[in-house]
């Protein structure tokens, strides 16, 4: 008998209100559609052109950017943050500027952060990664000469006011040693190793009187860049044999 009323009792739970099972769970704070929207505090780690990276995680396009207060790498932003599995992972809806206040007086953040930029122009003895990102170039060691097109990986810290941009070092995002390779295509100044590292005479460190020509073997530095449908550029070539 009462294995009856547990029965009946079970069947009248599920079966009273059947809109109660279609009725959709809350899942978060905000909702569009069927993705969850979340808002936090974060801080642009690198920003080119029209795009760039919050906390080197949030994704975001400069027609997302509230305000006429330009973006700048260190700058505090309140986030409004979507998934994008197939594409980024997490994707900004939404960014407004926390602007600094303009006496300059506040806090600095001494703590050092990281991002990684491709350098976009060489003007004189600045380096730029975007209009708003540059640094001199006696940051830079004299085994290294920057390109256009190379990827560096900055540490820099922020200040106080508008510039507030600190690089306190600068290298190559990724640095390669390469042996007994072959020089494979020559072309005015420029030439290719190997059929995938891209160099050019008009920065490549090269032994006194030693002009690279094709079949030569070399062992090469190289350093992640970008250069035509290349993604090695070489610093540094020498002969691995007596020609």
Not at 50 to 74: A, C, H, N, R
């Amino acid at each position: 008998m009462l294995r009856l009323l547990r029965s009946a009792l079970a069947f009248f739970r599920t079966t009273a209100d059947p809109t109660e099972q279609q009725r959709p769970q809350q899942q978060g704070p905000q909702q569009q559609g069927d993705t969850e929207l979340t808002t936090v505090q974060g801080v642009v780690t690198s920003f080119c052109d029209d795009y760039g990276m919050i906390d080197e995680s949030i994704y975001f396009s400069s027609d997302v950017v509230t305000g006429d207060v330009p973006l700048k790498i260190g700058q505090k932003v309140n986030v409004v943050v979507e998934e994008d599995k197939p594409l980024y992972g997490l994707r900004a809806i939404k960014v407004d500027v926390v602007p600094h206040p303009l006496n300059g007086n506040g806090p600095s953040d001494s703590k050092l952060r990281v991002l990684n930029g491709c350098v976009a122009s060489i003007s004189e003895d600045t380096i730029y990664i975007s209009n708003i990102i540059y640094f001199p170039m006696d940051i830079f060691s004299e085994d290294f000469v920057p390109y256009k097109g190379d990827w560096l990986k900055v540490e820099y810290s922020t200040e106080p006011g508008f510039s507030n941009f600190k690089a306190s070092s600068v290298k190559p995002t990724r640095c390669i040693h390469a042996e007994e390779v072959r020089v494979t295509h020559i072309r005015g100044r420029n030439g290719v190793i190997s059929n995938n590292i891209f160099f050019t005479l008009d920065s490549v460190k090269l032994p006194d009187g030693y002009v690279p020509k094709v079949d030569d073997i070399v062992n090469v530095i190289m350093v992640e860049s970008t250069q035509f449908c290349f993604k090695w550029r070489a610093v540094s070539i020498i002969p691995a044999q007596k020609l």
